[in-house]
């Protein structure tokens, strides 16, 4: 082989690398199909390489014996490019439930812009008089307690007389029952969820909410799930659970499965005021627990639950 051919053999070996690795950046980067133009590049190198020498290369060139011409290069075939890589699965969630929703319409609202559209939120329902005789009686509203860019989404029915006087939901006895179940059990800070009812006024004597009540007041509550958009929720109680999933059914059937609201993964799980008149009900609660804690990721600890 003559100078003049291990020369062009060095070129052609360094743009066939070139190229491939150019093909494997793209391929590494996501790119699932190769633009014309990097076909083109190769077969003007190609044609370039081909074209004929100068006149005073030439001329040299004839003085000396005849160089047999290599055979032209085909244009390099472009490797199939890798599929981009799969993100990280989330966790297998059992099958889903009859009352699965299939989504929020409205869009992803920037964590920075939360807290401002929740206070504004919070606002309009201090002001609401949609159920007058709920206005009448209440001392205040009581809207939210928590990270506005929570993972994990509670929610309960309804103040009772402790969230009545300080506006902070679930601060009672069944509230500080919720806390040990977030924070002994779960591993999480109470300031880590988000804490929100259907009601935002107290009914009196703390009876259930009537169905008027709480079509007036659910609104408000889809406008904080739409801008907290939680990975995950935790229905508290049979109030709850009927009103987001739209069924009658018992809480004995609903709970221990995942169903979805606006098409956000949700259990169902006792009310923490259940749970204290009904204390052999609380290793169900856990059991539930752990399938929401194992779902979002996080580690079961190695004891019975959160308010043995």
Known sequence: MTEAERDFDAERGRLIREVRQ????????????????????????????????PAAVVAVAVESPPIARPRPIEPVAAPKPSPPPAPKPLPVLPARSLFDDSGLAAPVVPPEERPALLAALAEQVAGCRKCPHLAATRTQTVFADGSPTARLMFIGE?????????????????GQLLTDMITKGMGLGRQ????????????????????EESANCFPYLER??????????????RIATSTLLHTALSMSRLRGRWHRVHGVPTIATYHPAYLL?????????????QMLMRAMGLAVPKRKGPAE
């Open 22 to 53: 150019r093909l494997e950046s793209l391929a590494r980067a996501g790119a699932t199909n190769l633009p014309r133009v990097e076909v083109e590049v190769v077969s003007t190198v190609v044609r370039e390489r081909e074209a004929p020498a």
């Open 158 to 174: 309804a103040p009772g007389a402790d969230e009545d006087r300080t506006g902070v939901p679930f601060i009672g006895k069944a």
């Open 192 to 211: 880590d969820v988000y804490i929100a009812n259907i009601l935002k006024c107290r009914p009196p004597e703390n009876r259930d909410p009537t169905p």
């Open 224 to 237: 904080q799930i739409e801008i907290v958009r939680p990975e995950f929720i935790c229905l508290l109680g």
């Open 277 to 289: 008149r009904n204390p052999a009900a609380k290793k169900d609660a856990w059991e539930d627990l």
